[in-house]
């Protein structure tokens, strides 16, 4: 896996940020924060998941956040309508997955870059989030069991561990996501595929490989994705609202540039998105926790800008430094 | 180099190709025959109508006027798929492999190996990179590694395993557009030899240059079009590089 080296220059700054932030922050290195940051990233990192495979074979999907507003209203809707949690958990990923499919014809149909449809789709679909919300946010006051199972306490880790771990069973649909589809991409034929669609498209099709259908079937995937994280964040928090979701594709396409996945396609992985939203989050963390003097904690914000810019420049000049052995 | 078989039919038979794109005319009654075991050149200085008479080939749009006749028999191509799907292959400069992926993963691609677990299939890694080594070793292209991304290798080298690929697949013709513009003169010995290689194991080839040199090292036979008509076929040794270039341009007429 690290092998492949668009993973490996990732990992390590990763990992020397890590030992950085645990030496020279204190409250850094707990079970707590660290649970913290993975509780943090997982949702992003399920949206990043969809994002990373659909840049890789070369486009975008910016209406993540929408789609991840309309999992988590028509599994809040379901629940509250007494539906059976399955069919309920069911149809809040068959549903975004739909419109995600839905983006992929648009782009085989018109032709037009990816970017744009997406963006058109992304408050299109915002807006039927709205139509079918009737605009109102909703809070749920039971607590199903089905809730837990997405996303609560993830107690046999916990017990395992020493006080202040706080992990969440959303860390395992995460893991799983991320196995499933880096296995996907790596171990068989769509997702050679992928990476030859996005590659080079011309000399993908060239040799018989279906282009748009992989791309339109990526499209689901994502928009699959989205509906699971609606799911999982209505399962945290009881709540959904118009608004859920919003920035989440920035927030995405961010951390799979940050992971080593390149903005015109052909490269990339799924490990890389972990990484990516790992990173993020304890960037996010690190900063919040050390209180420098001239960042305010409220504009941590320019500091994680300022990393993934970073990181992206550092991906860049690790690729093209291997293109050239 | 004798011909191994004896056909009565040529390979390759285009029969009065008439190509119309609304009022221009870019090809006006072209017959272009390629036998068996053949390479040949289609020569002409830009605007002649080379490509145009090989998408017509390669199925990429039909003729105006006129038929088209592979291994003795009448084909009509809807797509280029079909034109692959007879053993017509292509190989262009730049749209023939996928940088960012790997020899093997570039040899295979559209036929990958792949082995079930159960309900679950996997890429047999092993056997294709195994595979890859072992056909391209067959031409005679000697890879460092299988593994290695193709971005990584020179122009010659990239022209080399998609010549590979197209022979080990079974390719019956192949379509070499400029094979040798961009390289140097080492590479370009090596292409040329590739060309060689695939003649000998069976195959046709048919490769468009400007480069009337390259012509007479390797072409069995030539073809030069001007103006959307066929100036004439001329087989080794006929004429001289000076006339055939002065054939292209126009200088001579026959």
Redesign the interface.
Known sequence: MLADSATLGPFLTLLVLFVLFSLFIPKFLSWRSVSGIVNAATPIGIVTIGVTLLMICGEFDLSVGSLVALGGYVFAMLLLAGAPPALAALLAVALPALFGLLNGLLLVWTGIPSFIVTLGTRSIYRGIVWLFSGGTLIQMLERPAVLALFNGRLDVLNELLPKGANFRTSLIWFLLAVLVFQYLLTRTTFGNHIFAAGGNAQAAAAQGVNVSRVKVISFAFSGALAGLTGILLFSQFRTVRVTTGAGMELSAIAAAVVGGTALNGGVGSIWGALIGVLLISMLRTGVILMDIPFIPADNFEAVVGATIVGAAVLNTWLGQGRAKR | MGRTQDHSEPLVRMEAIVKRFGTITALDGVDFEVEYQQVHALLGDNGAGKSTLIKILTGVYPPTEGRIYFEGRHVRFSS??DA?ALGIE?V?QD???????SIT?NF?????I?RRLGPI???DMRAMNERTRSALRDIGIEIRAPHE?V??LSGGERQSIAIGRAVHFGAKLLILDEPTSALSVAETRKVLSYIENAKARGLSVIFITHNVRHVHMVADAYTILRHGRKVGTYYRGELSERDIADLITGERER
């Open positions: 280029p798929r692959r292509t262009y749209l023939a492999l996928v940088d960012t992926m993963r295979f691609l559209g036929r990958e792949v299939p996997w890429l991304k971005g990584s």
